[in-house]
């Protein structure tokens, strides 16, 4: 989600077993990369590196890095476009992400590179801040082929703009008549950035397409509610892929390729099943409605077919904030869930995780879109850096979910390089101290689920690794 900024707007092991029962469940037919974005922390010179030894005992080992072209390209502020070698990497001033993109070589984690707004003023239609309206494709596609040439070696992954549908990355969203406009201008800026990957000599780049926003409108009245609004993602992707409402694409518009469709499913305090009444927005437990508009439009012959999705920023928000937040011991449980969610679908690819550390508190939702700040809370410490329950849950995400008489139980060990033990505890009802449930073995990613008859209040984990750190995860209760 947007950076803050004026402009711009997720032990020693016990043997007592308490009747745990029934064979372990099937898991899912795929694991899936988790992309942990740690924003500033990790770009940041002097907190890199007790950042990165943070996310490596987490067992983070793939990163999403927003690079940010107004940060990086030449006389950024002034109106006139300067005269340079615009597709020449040395041209630019890359600075801490090229510090940290080399570090992730080193550590041998992934990369997803999601090149994106602000951009140069003289790279504007109108010269005029926050620098997002319509930017000018050719300018883009000579920049994204200095990008490949530069960090070719170290993406594993690129995508182009960040939430291209939301007004604090791209302008205008809405035509003066109300009706959606984002759509086809991102239309242009993603065929260019493809481009601009091919004329660095990538000839089938890694490509994803989207990045949206999880809600907003189809349409909106100019007059009265004013143009500075999402378009609802599914309403942006149609209009991107030059689809009417029926998922008929208009013969002017060729099939764009890709690798995947990314999206931000972020979801409201209700929790991770919460599914929006408006049929084009997409949250965690909408994602269905993501899986068919994909279909539909590989259907027309607008994208490939069976498109994995990769959800490429996500968190849930906690207090202090007083908009989105839930309580901190509830962050973890629908962190948890959330993640489930999305492992169990087996069209995604990507789950992630939005922000180490928590931003300072900003404005209500939509604050930037009108040039505020909108602090996010869904880092695994609070701003002061005192963790949460999710810095203990992340490595080791538990949940546990009724099931009939008794409770089904998944989870995962992160930090996990192959398969392993963890212990999963109980704490019957009534009871003050946990009880050792069954220790289980994970598969060679990590994951793990079995079935339990056992009435419990509260469930955690227990994990250590082979060089001997203890995990424990924090009480979670059933879903």
């Not at 899936?32 to 007790?50: C, I, K, W």
């Not at 890095?65 to 001033?93: G, I, K, Q």
């Not at 091919?198 to 490509?207: E, L, R, T």
Request: glycine share 8%; proline share 8%; hydrophobic share 40%.
């Amino acid at each position: 989600m947007p950076r803050i900024r004026t402009l711009l707007t997720a032990l020693t092991l016990s043997i007592l077993t308490l009747g745990a029962t029934g064979a372990p469940q099937a898991l899912a037919s795929h694991g899936q990369v988790t992309y942990f974005e740690g924003s500033t922390d990790l770009l940041n010179a002097s907190t890199r590196p007790h950042a990165i030894a943070q996310l490596k005992t987490l067992g983070v080992k793939a990163l999403r890095v927003e690079l940010y072209w107004d940060e990086v390209a030449p006389n950024p502020t002034s109106a006139t476009r300067p005269s340079f070698e615009a597709t020449n990497p040395a041209s630019y001033h890359w600075g801490p992400y090229a510090e940290l993109l080399a570090e992730a070589q080193r550590l041998k984690w992934q990369v997803l590179l999601t090149v994106t707004s602000p951009v140069p003023r003289w790279a504007t239609s109108n010269h005029k801040a926050p620098y997002i309206t319509r930017p000018d494709p050719r300018d883009f596609q000579e920049f994204m082929t200095a990008v490949a040439r530069e960090f070719g070696s170290q993406v594993s992954l690129y995508a182009i703009w960040n939430e291209p549908n939301h007004p604090a990355f791209l302008l205008p969203q809405f035509n003066s008549n109300g009706t959606s406009a984002s759509g086809r201008i991102y239309r242009g800026l993603y065929q260019a950035g493809y481009a601009g990957l091919q004329a660095a000599g990538i000839s089938h780049p890694k490509v994803l397409f989207g990045e949206t926003a999880p809600t907003g409108s189809d349409k909106v009245n100019a007059r009265r509610e004013g143009l500075l609004h999402d378009v609802a993602p599914l309403a942006f992707m149609r209009e991107a892929l030059c689809l009417s409402t029926k998922y008929k694409k208009s013969g002017s518009c060729g099939e764009l390729q890709m690798t995947g469709y990314s999206h931000h499913a972020y979801t409201l305090p209700a929790g991770p099943s919460y599914v929006p009444p408006e049929a084009d927005d997409v949250t965690i437990g909408a994602l269905s409605r993501l899986s068919r508009a994909l279909d539909l439009a590989a259907n027309a012959h607008a994208i490939p077919a069976r498109l994995p999705i990769y959800l490429t920023e996500f968190g849930v928000q906690s207090k202090p904030n007083r908009y989105l937040g839930v309580p901190v011991a509830q962050q973890a449980e629908f962190d948890a869930i959330s993640e489930h969610i999305a492992w169990s679908n087996p069209r995604v690819a990507a789950f992630s995780q939005y922000l180490l550390k928590d931003d300072p508190l900003g404005g209500a939702p939509g604050a930037s879109a009108n040039g505020g700040t909108i602090g996010f809370q869904t880092g695994l410490e609070y701003l002061n850096g005192t963790p949460k329950p999710l810095y203990f849950g992340f490595p080791v995400p538990l949940v546990v979910s009724k099931q009939g008489h008794g409770f089904s139980l998944w989870g995962l060990v992160r930090p996990a390089t192959g398969a392993t033990r963890a212990t999963v505890l109980v704490e019957l009802k009534g009871a003050k101290h946990y009880r050792t449930l069954k220790t289980v073995t994970t598969n060679s990613l990590g994951y793990w689920g079995f079935s339990s008859s056992t009435q419990g209040a509260h469930w955690r984990v227990r994990w250590t690794s082979p060089s001997g750190v203890k995990y424990e995860g924090p009480p979670i209760g059933a879903s």
